[in-house]
């Protein structure tokens, strides 16, 4: 796996320039959000950076990335002719920055890459991610989501992993407390289902336990009254999230919480959280007869007991109230969506097979 290079810390965006020269790059292509990189507090730096050179911005794509957005991106690619791509924002912009890049690479139709039929090759050029929220860790992981004719993807190469990565906690002080709280439930979540996941090493795990530990102490803060150590703490949490999916991937509560998104239109990271407390309270339900991982029934239980540590939950039956509570006090518990017997049923329907094969106990429907 590639090494990335790291510039983090306070005012950190201002080493964008250094990062532009070492890659010798004279052609830019800037992927950003539309308002917020308008509104955001770095806009002038990353112009500053881009004085002198030719660039192109490519902003024309809504949340969620879909293939018809990234088609528009890849065209803009061809004709610009770019030497290096600067994706700042959050987890569509960084995730669309990627599918363009990865896709560039491509001389035959995108589609069967896309539905797995077909493996890439690499990708095109050097990226640069600049997150601006706090919560996919997109900037830490060699995938990227896509949405095709409807159903969601994740195309997936090594190479796809940025080469770059500004952390700068400045750019996220912004932040109103609904998005705060809905990517930030995010990162914890990522945190603990890539420390439970079937796929998960002795190094995913020290990431994944970093993120818990900084999210679990900080997302309150950040969502009610954010101060420079809670955004600067969320902003940690979800890069080393994203480092700990990146190889052990996510699990149940992600599996199921596409479908909250698509037919709710629930943000991600509230319909994550909405579904946590059901997959941890099953999780921890583990015996020899509904055990996936195969490193056995004490390893899971292991597993499960540092995160309750962690998360200080008293008692293995309260771990579904904890995340009530926790929903409840980020103002994440109100919505259309209620889970009972017949959501649960619905859920079994369409469900992400190959997320919830890494969860590391069999899920209950009832």
Known sequence: MKEQIIQEGWNSLEKIGTLLERVGCSRVLLVTGKRSFAESPGRDCIFEALSGKSYEVFNDFQINPKYEDAQKGLDLFRSFRPDVIVAMGGGTVLDMAKLINALSSLSDDPVPYIRGAKKLSGVSLPLIAVPTTSGTGSEATHFAVVYLEGEKYSLAHQAML?????????????????????????????????????????????????????????????????????????????????????????????????????????????????????????????????????????????????????????????????????????????????????????????????????????????
């Open 162 to 366: 940025p080469d770059s990565v500004i952390l700068d906690p400045g750019l996220t002080m912004d932040m109103p407390p609904y998005l705060t709280a809905c990517t930030g439930m995010d990162a914890l979540c990522q945190g603990i289902e890539s420390y439970w996941s079937v796929n998960s090493t002795e190094e995913s795990r020290a990431c994944s336990r970093r993120a818990v530990e900084l999210a679990a102490g900080s997302l309150k803060q950040a969502v009610h009254s954010p101060r420079r150590d809670s955004r600067e703490a969320m902003q940690q949490a979800a890069y080393f999230a994203g480092k700990g999916i990146n190889i052990a991937k996510t699990t149940a509560a992600h599996a199921f919480s596409y479908h909250l998104t698509s037919k709710y239109a629930i943000p991600h990271g509230q319909a994550v959280g909405l579904l946590m407390g059901w997959v941890f309270q099953n999780n921890l339900g583990v015996n020899e007869q509904n055990c996936i991982d195969p490193r056995g029934v004490d390893f899971v239980k292991s597993r499960l007991e540092d995160l309750c540590e962690i998360l200080g939950i008293p008692s293995h039956r309260d771990a579904a109230g904890y995340f009530d509570r926790l929903l409840k006090d980020l103002n994440l518990d109100q919505t259309a969506f209620v889970l009972n017997q017949e959501s649960r049923e619905e859920l079994f329907q369409v469900v992400n097979r190959e997320r919830l094969s890494n969860n590391p106990v069999e899920m209950e429907q009832g």
